[in-house]
């Protein structure tokens, strides 16, 4: 029997090298894990690392604030101002009253208004480190001082989002810890906003209550703090509001234990006046400015302080245009007083009754896209500073003709202005015109077939290339539109084509209203001087449309001769009116300067001529002193002489000849149909036949009309061509001249031999000649002259194949003495 010690020590071999096996195996995963988690966490501090560094990018170091706050020279302590275009007159500035904004340092604060401050809008100044990390989530909540400080002065070119909510923590914190609360709190209550442009509490102590914030006791210190948290809620806007909001203030102030109890007081005394006019010059210019600027900068911004914007105003031309559009408002009401503009408008018509309306204005210098004056809707000579929207009427209707003219239609087509399912705005209609004719005297039925002809897609794609737009369901007379939106669009046509002006977004290009804008330590902000620039139409289309609306001669049908569109020298001009009457615009241009005005708002309808009346008026201000020009013809444009109103080649028949302008490889190659010559028997008053003497025939030119036109040729009375022959009578045959076969009305065919007599004394010569209808106007001859006599023989061979109908087989004869004599008969070609 074997030994067992050495099968123990196997075993315990076995179970030794087993137990080392496993601790390898746990020290080589230890070290694998290990190793992985140290990956790990090697790729979590870079990706943290990345994450700071993204959310500490470009991010505004808090050593701003000083500067802009600091009390001898910071940014914000001046109000921002707007000046004219000449950057020396003053339009507007954000404050009560202009001036440098007080200062009030920490330690002159009353402790009431520090308080109060805090109780609304702060409760945990004093604990927290400057910011909270409640609210991360929603950019647009800042639940501490520091953090609104920040939002307001140092991240306000930031779009809202969760990167800037974490940002302005990041800066809250380093504001507090280096400058303190203390700083903090004084900073805020200096640069806070009170509503009425007043920022900082000193101005607005001294602003609404006639003092010092220094001097504020409880009673106005939360008056104050509530109007800080909602500044559009002030004494003066809200007085009711307002109050209400103080009463809830001392009672959120009393339940954190701010106040041992509410003690009897009297609501603050309010000394400023509710009425003061914060518009300053040109409300409607300014409105319009910031509104534009608006785009670019937060508007908050803009009004907290420090900035200096020149605008594009030229303040002259703005008072002239003030001052007219205030003398005709006031003429047109009835209205007293008389503000003695330096420029000239001309009488009202006679027999005009009062009409109480509203008028507004624009003038625009297309080369530089360049706003130079603009006239709020104003009503019995008092300006607002409102340019709101208007019903467009006819206005839009250019850019119709215009979609037309690109393809390949021109001013000299022809359009029908009759009766329809558009009517005109006068009722009177005018059958056949050419399109310049149309479009010059806003005859609507023409333009509402084109539209239908060119689709309103492409009309939309027009209007929108022009920087306006039409509703989806638009037809002639519907939309709305702005005066700086009709004063760009035409200000395009102005500009031979081009659109000037600058691209404030990726959609939107207008002409601007502001020059630059600086900081009032001189850094530029924005530099708006030289107009960015886009090509709309060609030169040529904008040439065609500026000969048109340019063209006097064309208006006077509507207009008469003089009218006040024509004011001494080229101008493009357009009026437009709604089918009520009720609103009324008139827009014209030079290719240096574009006015825009609008009429209406009034109960009863008024002519158009009441906005050309004003329009004359401020183009003769705006272009005082200027160059008299017009527009050169560009290469790719060519005059030809068309009838009118067909636009076709003139024939003997049409009555008036003109020149029209056209595209090259546009003009007409098809002479005129629409007026034709018809002979006539004038005894019987049938059209003649080749039978009716030639002593009865009479040539009468008639306007031959289609079939839709006919119910409006029949209203006017227009005389119509005849449809009815003369009787058929052959007369007698000549011995020596006739016509033996074929017979008189035959039926022929193929190749007819035509048998007769061409004979007697002084015989030169005959020829056969055939034409289509009663009474052909062309003939065709058959085969060649023959200067051999005929008796009763073959006179020459007609081949008929490529004919059929009615035709007329004529003998001619000519005899030395240069008489002539015929022979005529009728026949049938064909089967």
């Known amino acids: 029997m074997p030994s067992t010690l050495p099968i123990l020590r196997q075993r315990r071999d076995r179970r030794q090298r087993a137990r080392r096996s496993a601790e390898g195996r746990l020290q080589r995963a230890g070290l694998g894990l290990g190793s992985i988690l140290g990956v790990l966490l090697a790729l979590a501090i870079l990706a943290a690392a990345v994450a700071y560094a993204d959310l500490t990018r470009d991010l505004p170091p808090v050593e701003m604030l000083p500067i802009l706050l600091n009390p001898q020279d910071g940014l914000l302590l001046q109000p921002t101002r707007l000046y004219d275009r000449s950057g020396r007159r003053l339009l507007l500035a954000f404050a009560p009253q202009d001036g440098p904004r007080g200062y009030i340092p920490y330690d002159q604060i009353p402790s009431s208004l520090v308080d109060a401050t805090l109780a609304l809008a702060d409760p945990g100044f004093w604990e927290h480190p400057g910011y909270v990390l ?5 950019p647009g909540l800042h639940p501490t001082l520091a953090q609104r400080l920040v939002s307001d002065l140092l991240l306000w070119d930031e779009a809202p989002s969760t990167r800037r909510a974490i940002r302005e923590r990041l800066l809250a914190a380093q504001l507090t810890a280096r400058y303190g609360r203390e700083q903090a709190l004084e900073w805020y209550l200096n640069s806070a906003g009170y509503g ?42 809200a007085p009711a509001a307002a109050e209400e909001r103080r009463q809830a203030a001392l009672e959120t102030m009393l339940a954190q234990g701010m106040i041992p109890e509410i003690p009897p007081m009297a609501a603050p005394v309010i000394t400023a006046s509710a009425s003061g006019d914060m518009a300053g010059i040109a409300p409607a210019f300014t409105s319009l400015a910031l509104a534009q600027l608006g785009g670019v900068f937060d508007r908050d911004r803009i009004a907290r302080g420090g900035l200096v914007i020149r605008t594009t105003l030229d303040l002259d031309l703005q008072t002239q245009a003030a001052c007219l559009v205030q003398a005709w408002t006031l003429q047109l009401s009835g209205g007293t007083g008389d503000p003695a503009c330096e420029a000239a408008l001309p009488p009202l018509p006679s027999g005009l009754a009062l009409l109480d309306l509203s008028a507004g204005a624009l003038i625009l210098d297309p080369v530089s896209g360049q706003a130079l004056a603009a006239v709020g809707e104003t009503r019995n000579g008092q300006e607002t500073a409102a340019l709101t929207t208007h019903p467009a009427g006819s206005l839009w209707t250019p850019f119709i003709y215009l979609s037309g003219f690109t393809r390949g239609l021109s001013p000299a087509s022809l359009g029908w202005d009759i009766p329809g399912s558009t009517l005109n705005l006068g009722g009177e209609y005018q059958g056949p015109v050419r ?13 509402a077939r084109l539209l239908e002809q060119v689709g309103l897609d492409n009309v939309r794609r027009t209007v929108e290339s022009f920087g306006s737009s039409l509703p989806q369901d638009y037809s002639l007379l519907t939309g709305d539109l702005t005066l700086l939106e009709a004063a760009q669009a035409y200000g395009v046509l102005a500009a031979g084509g081009v659109m000037n ?19 009032t330590d001189h850094a530029a902000w924005l530099d708006w001087e030289t107009p960015q620039t886009r090509l709309v139409v060609s030169s040529q289309l904008a040439y065609l449309m500026n000969h048109v609306l340019g063209d006097e001669a064309a208006r006077w049908p509507s207009l008469g001769h003089p009218n006040l569109l024509e004011i001494g020298r080229p101008a493009g001009a357009k009026l437009g009116q709604t089918g009520d009457g009720l609103d009324a615009w008139a827009v014209g241009y030079t290719p240096r300067r574009v006015v825009a005005v609008w009429l209406g708002g009034g109960q009863e309808a008024f002519p158009a001529a009441l906005a050309a009346g004003l329009w004359r008026g401020l183009m003769q201000a705006a272009v005082q002193g200027q160059p008299i020009e017009g527009w050169q013809m560009p290469p790719g444009v060519s005059l030809l002489e068309v009838c009118d109103p067909s636009g076709l080649l003139p024939t003997e028949a049409c009555p008036n000849v003109v020149n029209e302008v056209f595209l090259d490889g546009n003009a007409p190659t098809q002479a005129d149909t629409l007026y034709q010559a018809f002979e006539i028997n004038r005894e019987t008053g049938f059209l003649a036949t080749v039978f009716t003497p030639p002593e009865l025939v009479e040539a009468r030119v008639y306007m031959v009309v289609p079939p839709e036109a006919e119910g409006w040729a029949e209203s006017v009375g227009l005389a119509r061509p005849p449809s009815a022959y003369d009787s058929i009578q052959a007369p007698p045959p000549e011995p020596l001249v006739h016509i033996t076969t074929p017979a008189l009305f035959a039926q022929v065919g193929g ?81």
């Not at 409640?134 to 929603?138: I, K, L, N, R």
């Not at 220094?214 to 509530?226: F, H, R, V």
């Not at 399109?435 to 333009?447: E, I, M, Q, S, V």
């Open 196 to 237: 009425r442009y007043a920022y900082g509490v000193e101005q607005a102590a001294q602003f609404y209550l006639g003092k010092s914030a220094a001097d504020l006791n409880l009673s106005e210190s939360t008056l104050l703090a509530a109007v800080s948290q909602a500044p559009a809620l002030n004494p003066l806007d």
């Open 435 to 447: 399109l310049r004719t149309a479009l010059a005297n806003d005859y609507l039925p023409p333009a």
């Open 134 to 138: 409640d609210g991360w989530q929603d």
């Open 751 to 831: 190749r007819v031999e035509v048998h007769g007599t061409a004979a007697g004394d002084g015989f030169a010569w005959y020829r056969l000649e055939y034409g289509q209808g009663l009474n052909p106007q062309d003939w065709v001859q058959i085969g060649e002259d023959t200067r051999q006599a005929v008796s009763e023989g073959l006179l020459g061979t007609w081949d008929t194949t490529a004919l059929d109908g009615l035709y007329a087989l004529r003998l001619l004869l000519v005899r030395t003495d240069l008489r002539v004599e015929r022979a005529v008969i009728l026949v049938t070609v064909g089967e």
């Open 501 to 519: 002006g600058q691209a404030l977004s990726d959609t939107a290009f207008q002409p601007v209203t502001a020059l630059e804008v600086t900081a």
